[in-house]
Each structure stands twice: as structure tokens, then as C-alpha cells.
């Protein structure tokens, strides 16, 4: 399968992977030919990319499972939110069963699955920011070598870093403006509110709040709400910050336009020591690729092709397999490792 811009499809291709929405639906099944009536479907969902059928790309194949896994979360994750704050444990333990799933595949895989822009396909944002956060999360503490029952926690802890939220005002949450001190200050107690809806409860431990209420101190000190620095941050707080960051600048919001995955992947790097410790984004470069499999690329020396596998440690120097020469006729593919060849980059991509 290849991922191509939904303006670029030809007519008649086939979905090679499930589309979901926001709100976790299904909206297009794997296999169906995507006419122009699918095409507008799709379209009005605000989903401009997707993944199709390609024969040069037979054996790159969608991970089915995660996707399911995440589309259960999404649907549920209103509830959860619910049944914390009218604490309905038994319901909210029934729930997040759906997590102990999600880190028993995530730790079962043991290999680079996620990239950068397959976090970044919808801009829902209402929950999903907080689905993504939680599932890149997984991912770095998988990486970490975090013990299951650790993983759990990261995962909930992550699951409901901005759930303290909830108390403040819409209109302050969604003012395309820039906020007043008093309304920025309003901004600044979300994680205190988080703190106080999950104390108490007796599925929610320590180390999870401490996730929750510590997501925006920074390893310089200048975060808050307490001015934290480097080893008095949480581990969880820690991942959480880098993976929230991450999922928050590549969405639309009303008071500016995201970041483009690649774009955002620089800005976290640039952050190294100010806010983020150096330990976890050295994890973080070795767990996401930034080009996802099927990508669309052209090489420095004008060769074009599209993304075949990851190296890990090398999260933007994937092996492209090639399918056109410089002068963009079609050729016999063959493949070029760019962590071998250092004297060539990928200069752009479609997507």
C-alpha cells in the first residue's frame, strides 16, 4: 500500500486501509473503490490523505489491530471521562480493560509501528489528542522497558493529562484570541483541577496523578504549576509532556493552523534541555519514524520513491524503495538505505 493525497487519487483505486473518524467510527472499510462519490466522503471528514492499493508496495501492510484498538478507545473515552467525574469506578474499570489491551499489543509488537504523521490523521480534538498522547506514551515506555503494570498507569495517566479541563470554560479553551493574563492563568490550573477530579479514587494511584498534575513543568524549571526541574519532574510527566506537545501542535486549533509532523518533530528536538529531558527524547528519536511506510518521497539526487522501513535510531533516514529515475520515468524498483547513504536526504514528500 502506498499513502497518497486525496486530491492526487486518479479514480478507481482501492482503500488499502480502514478509515476512521475522530469520534473512533469506521467511515470507509479497507478494499472498497474509492469513486468520486467515496472521494467527497472522505473529503468532508477533513481527511486529505490516505492509503491506497499500490503493486510496487504489495508488502507493506496496515496494522489492522492497532487501528481497531484505537477506534474502541475513542468511543469509550467520553465515558471514561464521565465516570471519573461521577466516580462510577465499577463502569470506569470496566472501560479501561480497553488500555490493559492497547499496552499488551503495543509491548507485544516490539518493533517501530508508529510514525509521526499516522498520529496525526484527524483533528478532532476533543478526544482524540488525548487517545494519541496516551498511545505515543505506550510506545515510549515500551521502549523504556516500563513494566506492564507501569505501562498501565503511563497509559491512563497520559489517557487523562488534560481532563482538569473539564472545569474550565469553553470559551476560554476555544478563543481564537490571545488570551488575557487572568484567562492564561484560568489555562495554567488544568493540571491542579486534574489533580483534584482523580484524587480519591481508588483506581487512580499516585504515580498517575503525578502524570496528570505534572505534564507541564519543564526540565529547565519554567513550567508549572510548580516550577519543577529535571530529576523533581515525574518519569510519567516526563513522556506525557513530550507525547502532548507533540499531538497538540500538529492539530488545527481555533487560534492557529498545526504544525507539520516533520515540522513539529524539529520543534520537540529544539526543546531538548529547556523542556524536555535529553534521556527521553533520545527514546523518542529511537521509537517514531517521521516518514510512515508507503510515504511518497524525492530524494536529494531527484530520484523518487516511497518509504519501505524504518531504521531504529534514524528516525528521519528510512530505506526508500525507488520507482522512478531523475527524470520521473517509471524504472525496475530497487531499494536505497539513506542511513548508508549519508550524502543523501529526503528534500520532500506529498504528504
Known amino acids: 500500500?502506498?499513502?497518497?493525497?486525496?486530491?492526487?487519487?486518479?479514480?478507481?483505486?482501492?482503500?488499502?486501509?480502514?478509515?476512521?473518524?475522530?469520534?473512533?467510527?469506521?467511515?470507509?472499510?479497507?478494499?472498497?473503490?474509492?469513486?468520486?462519490?467515496?472521494?467527497?466522503?472522505?473529503?468532508?471528514?477533513?481527511?486529505?490523505?490516505?492509503?491506497?492499493?499500490?503493486?510496487?508496495?504489495?508488502?507493506?501492510?496496515?496494522?489492522?489491530?492497532?487501528?481497531?484498538?484505537?477506534?474502541?478507545?475513542?468511543?469509550?473515552?467520553?465515558?471514561?471521562?464521565?465516570?471519573?467525574?461521577?466516580?462510577?469506578?465499577?463502569?470506569?474499570?470496566?472501560?479501561?480493560?480497553?488500555?490493559?489491551?492497547?499496552?499488551?499489543?503495543?509491548?507485544?509488537?516490539?518493533?517501530?509501528?508508529?510514525?509521526?504523521?499516522?498520529?496525526?490523521?484527524?483533528?478532532?480534538?476533543?478526544?482524540?489528542?488525548?487517545?494519541?498522547?496516551?498511545?505515543?506514551?505506550?510506545?515510549?515506555?515500551?521502549?523504556?522497558?516500563?513494566?506492564?503494570?507501569?505501562?498501565?498507569?503511563?497509559?491512563?495517566?497520559?489517557?487523562?493529562?488534560?481532563?482538569?479541563?473539564?472545569?474550565?470554560?469553553?470559551?476560554?479553551?476555544?478563543?481564537?484570541?490571545?488570551?488575557?493574563k487572568d484567562e492564561f492563568k484560568q489555562i495554567k490550573m488544568h493540571p491542579l483541577y486534574g489533580r483534584d477530579i482523580l484524587l480519591g479514587n481508588p483506581i487512580i494511584n499516585e504515580d498517575i496523578i503525578g502524570g496528570v498534575i505534572e505534564h507541564h513543568e519543564k526540565y529547565n524549571g519554567t513550567g508549572y504549576p510548580y516550577g519543577l526541574k529535571d530529576n523533581e519532574i515525574s518519569q510519567f510527566a516526563k513522556i506525557i509532556s513530550i507525547c502532548d506537545v507533540f499531538t497538540a501542535i500538529t492539530s488545527d486549533r481555533c487560534y492557529r493552523k498545526k504544525f507539520d509532523p516533520r515540522e513539529a518533530y524539529e520543534l520537540i528536538l529544539a526543546e531538548t534541555y529547556t523542556s524536555f529531558d535529553p534521556e527521553i527524547i533520545k527514546l523518542f528519536k529511537d521509537t517514531f519514524a517521521v516518514y510512515p511506510l508507503g510515504c511518497p518521497v524525492y530524494l536529494s539526487n531527484n530520484l523518487f520513491g516511497y518509504v519501505v522501513s524504518q531504521n531504529n535510531g534514524f528516525p528521519d533516514r528510512p530505506v526508500v524503495r525507488i520507482v522512478k529515475d531523475e527524470y520521473n520515468n517509471k524504472i525496475s524498483p530497487y531499494e536505497i538505505d539513506l542511513k548508508d547513504i549519508i550524502n543523501l536526504t529526503i528534500i520532500s514528500t506529498i504528504v
Open 1 to 180: 500500500m502506498k499513502l497518497t493525497l486525496l486530491k492526487d487519487l486518479q479514480g478507481n483505486e482501492i482503500l488499502a486501509k480502514d478509515i476512521i473518524t475522530g469520534s473512533g467510527k469506521t467511515l470507509l472499510k479497507k478494499g472498497i473503490i474509492i469513486t468520486d462519490q467515496v472521494k467527497n466522503s472522505i473529503e468532508q471528514q477533513g481527511i486529505f490523505f490516505l492509503y491506497v492499493q499500490d503493486d510496487d508496495l504489495k508488502d507493506i501492510k496496515d496494522d489492522s489491530k492497532l487501528i481497531n484498538l484505537k477506534k474502541n478507545i475513542l468511543q469509550t473515552i467520553p465515558n471514561m471521562f464521565s465516570d471519573l467525574i461521577n466516580y462510577d469506578n465499577k463502569s470506569l474499570s470496566k472501560s479501561l480493560t480497553m488500555v490493559d489491551d492497547l499496552v499488551e499489543y503495543i509491548q507485544s509488537e516490539n518493533y517501530i509501528n508508529l510514525n509521526l504523521y499516522e498520529v496525526k490523521l484527524y483533528d478532532d480534538y476533543t478526544y482524540i489528542h488525548s487517545v494519541d498522547t496516551s498511545i505515543m506514551a505506550i510506545f515510549l515506555g515500551v521502549n523504556m522497558n516500563l513494566s506492564k503494570s507501569r505501562l498501565r498507569d503511563l497509559a491512563i495517566s497520559s489517557l487523562f493529562h488534560d481532563i482538569g479541563k473539564t472545569k474550565i470554560s469553553s470559551r476560554i479553551i476555544n478563543k481564537p484570541d490571545k488570551l488575557t
